[in-house]
């Protein structure tokens, strides 16, 4: 879906560097590793996830392909504009989906050089072991497609839900 702009629109930036095309075999793993990484989790929880990391990393082409993903699944707009600020807005999400977005914040931004005891242990409350070593999973697989993003400068606005694995 490629998204038509006014003229008056900055036109698009020209990505830095094709990389998925320059080392397809890396590209492949992690699509292999997106793919294992989702085992067992719930999807939209999974896209909610996927956006918020994306929002921290400022990765413009992720948010814009899980925004699309998400409301494909039927996630609804009001939730998706909300996690910007989910903090302010806990009331528009369950405690489950609380808890992955704060793991999702502390694995991403790091800033203490951890995370967390009391984070990690308010996932922990919500998701089994071996789902919560899938969120982790999840999130650290994010923040790596967020990189590739983010470096590349990979322009957003021309994905169609469906288009990945």
């Known amino acids: ?8 629109y900055a036109p698009e930036h020209t990505p830095r560097l094709p990389w998925s095309e320059l080392v397809p075999d890396v590209y492949r793993a992690m699509v292999r590793l997106d793919t294992a990484a989702r085992r067992g989790l ?4 999974l896209e909610l996830v996927k956006i918020r990391a994306s929002q921290l990393n400022r990765c ?4 814009d392909m899980h925004s699309k993903d998400a409301l494909a699944q039927g996630e ?9 600020a989910w903090e302010e807005s806990e009331h528009f999400y369950t405690e489950k989906e609380l808890a992955a977005l704060g793991l999702t914040e502390a694995v991403t931004v ?4 951890f995370v967390p005891d009391a ?3 308010r996932a922990a409350e919500h998701f089994g072991e071996t789902e919560l070593a899938q ?8 923040n790596a497609w967020n990189r590739f993003g983010v ?14 694995g």
């Open 1 to 8: 879906m490629t998204t038509e702009q006014p003229s008056e």
């Open 119 to 121: 984070v990690y242990e």
């Open 76 to 84: 609804s707009v009001e939730r998706i504009i909300q996690l910007s």
């Open 135 to 142: 969120l982790i999973a999840a999130i650290t697989v994010i």
């Open 42 to 45: 719930d999807p939209k929880l």
């Open 110 to 113: 790091l800033t203490d050089g």
């Open 151 to 164: 470096t590349c400068r990979l322009v957003p606005g021309h994905y169609t839900p469906g288009q990945h």
């Open 60 to 63: 413009a082409l992720c948010v």
